[in-house]
């Protein structure tokens, strides 16, 4: 899986939005390592005239993950960040509990597994053998019934969102390096504080990409109360059952929504904002929590450049 070195002309440059000032990095606890070279490579091919091209494409592998002795999945991921995905994808599947205890997590690079190891004994086989597809890229899976445990979370109610801060961590968001940026074709979820994005991570299927945030932040034990969680895909029914499961009121995206996705997020008392880009938005669920603090006709535009498009991996 390593870069291709082979000579080849090359493509003109694609045009990229600005670098986010060291400011914004700074802000950031992870964020996107687009020159990693584990997670994209060099392809040749020809254009629309013929002409010879190279471009960098996103390197899937396969990750197998273990729950103490007993094979869960086999996930098609990018390479970073195995264990947070392991356990993110365990925990949203309500398979870790919030009080487990984590005893250890083994990750094998060359046998692409990663187990997860508790002080509690697990047995999910009857789980295991009901599947649910979900809509997610990739044929994102839930075991068992994607609904449970859902009624039973309540959201911080006295949680806010200011028009102010969503327009900043969209600039923010969308002008900072990223596998998206680099070779398209990828999802990427931001939870974010306020005006600052603390947390982007990204992957072939908008799932791995919220696994890997529930991972990091079970393993580190942040609050979830306060933030919002920004993802550039669809507001589908997974994506507000995983962020109401992680106990995150507010969910924001730049892309659009889906009947029941709407439908979970009023129930769960959700704010669900979608196609947030540039100066507009529109929220479909919990508007009470969205603090109106900036005329909207009274901001610069956004610059073309720095507005992320829906054509490469927003799917």
């Known amino acids: 899986m390593s870069d291709d070195t082979t000579a080849a002309p090359k493509a003109a440059p694609r045009a990229r939005p600005k670098a986010a000032d060291a400011r914004t990095l700074a802000e950031f606890l992870v964020r996107p390592e687009p020159k990693d070279p584990r997670l994209t490579q060099e392809v040749e091919g020809v254009d629309q005239d013929g002409q010879p091209i190279a471009t960098r494409v996103v390197i899937e592998r396969p990750l197998t993950i273990y729950l103490n002795n007993q094979e869960i999945v086999t996930a098609m991921t990018v390479a970073d960040y195995p264990e947070y995905l392991a356990v993110g994808f365990l925990l949203n599947q309500n398979m870790l509990r919030p009080d487990d205890t984590i005893t250890g997590i083994d990750h094998d690079d060359e046998l692409e597994v990663v187990v997860v190891r508790t002080d509690r004994e697990t047995d999910y086989e009857e789980k295991l053998k009901k599947k649910t597809k979900t809509s997610g890229c990739a044929q994102g899976t839930s075991f068992g019934d994607l ?74 034990d942040v609050s979830p109360a306060d933030k919002i969680f920004y993802t550039t ?26 009947a029941w996705g709407v439908d979970l997020a009023r129930q769960a008392g959700l704010t669900l904002i979608g196609r947030a880009k540039g100066k507009r938005f529109m929220a479909l669920s919990g508007a009470e929590r969205i603090v109106y603090d900036v005329d ?19 799917g």
């Open 147 to 220: 609904m449970e445990k859902f009624d039973e979370i309540a959201l911080a109610t006295d949680a806010t969102i200011k028009t102010s801060w969503l327009y900043s961590l969209t600039r923010k968001i969308n002008s900072t390096p990223s596998l998206y940026l680099e070779a398209g074709a990828i999802h990427g979820c931001v939870l974010c504080q306020e005006d600052r994005p603390l947390l982007y991570m990204e992957d072939v299927g908008r799932h791995n990409a919220v696994d890997k945030i529930a991972g990091y932040m079970f393993l580190n």
């Open 233 to 258: 895909g669809r507001l589908t029914s997974e994506m507000v059952i995983k962020t109401v499961q992680m106990g995150i009121p507010i969910l924001a995206s730049r892309s659009g929504f889906t």
């Open 296 to 314: 909207p006709h009274k901001l610069a535009d956004e610059d073309p450049k720095h507005q992320r498009k829906g054509s490469r991996g927003d």
